[in-house]
């Protein structure tokens, strides 16, 4: 089955500092989503972007599919920011249904 | 519009129990999910239902779980005989059908605690 992987698996940044995470997936993808997860176990939607480029306020994401990674950036990140991040791709061809998530990038913002 | 809703949001339950969880989704969205999350990992996909029908079941869904959409609005996740390997979030997403998106919405989760 289709593998997704993310990087990097943590990261610590200063308030203000940008970031960029990456996920990389092994086959063709219909669907791709960046979710936020927050303390409470809430995954909430952050882009749903199976190819091309979005943004939303201080974030943004790019998915280049015929490379098939996809990036999303933060910028000038607020300690509200923290939490874990996954990248969760559906397969081309696949039942359209079955979301693949990466393990996830645990981002820390310090005040 | 609400979104999808979970009830109930936590279950502590002993060794051998049946639980159930229920599953409200976003009105008028056709596909219902169920995943299953684990501390430290991302969710893994269980199930999920088109309308009443269920589509496609994990091979994670042992015997012991069985899922239901009866009506085609909410659904309910049955785990007979709970073991402690059950611990975990179990989280329900739903998503419209035929507006050329397959973007899934997650509700806020029934956290699994079994004693």
């Known amino acids: 089955g289709i593998q997704v992987e993310q990087s990097p698996p943590d990261l610590i940044l200063q308030e203000g500092a940008n970031s960029t995470l990456r996920c990389n997936f092994s086959d063709s993808v219909n669907n791709l989503q960046w979710f936020h997860q927050n303390p409470w176990g809430q995954l909430i939607n952050l882009f749903y972007?199976?190819?091309g480029t979005k943004q939303n306020g201080r974030l943004s994401a790019t998915t280049v599919a015929t490379e098939r990674y996809s990036l999303l950036y933060i910028s000038s990140s607020q300690t509200t920011d923290s939490g874990v991040y996954f990248c969760?791709?559906?397969?081309?061809?696949?039942?359209?249904?079955?979301?693949?998530f990466g393990k996830g990038t645990k981002l820390s913002v310090k005040p | 519009d609400t979104g999808v809703s979970q009830n109930p949001r936590h279950k502590i339950t002993k060794r051998g129990q049946n639980v159930t969880f229920r599953c409200d989704p976003i009105?008028?969205?056709?596909?219902l999910y169920w995943y299953r999350q684990t501390l430290g990992q991302g969710p893994e996909f269980l199930t999920y239902?088109?309308?009443?029908?269920?589509?496609?079941k994990s091979r994670l869904l042992s015997d012991r779980f069985s899922a239901e959409r009866p009506k085609g609005s909410f659904s309910t996740l049955e785990i007979q005989r709970t073991e402690q390997g059950d611990s975990a979030m179990y989280l329900c997403a739903s998503s419209p059908l035929g507006q050329g998106t397959y973007e899934q919405y997650f509700g806020p989760g029934t956290r699994l605690t079994v004693t």
């Open positions: 972007i199976p190819s």
């Open positions: 239902f088109q309308n009443e029908a269920q589509l496609e």
């Open positions: 969760a791709v559906g397969a081309q061809g696949g039942s359209q249904g079955n979301l693949i």
């Open positions: 009105s008028e969205h056709n596909r």
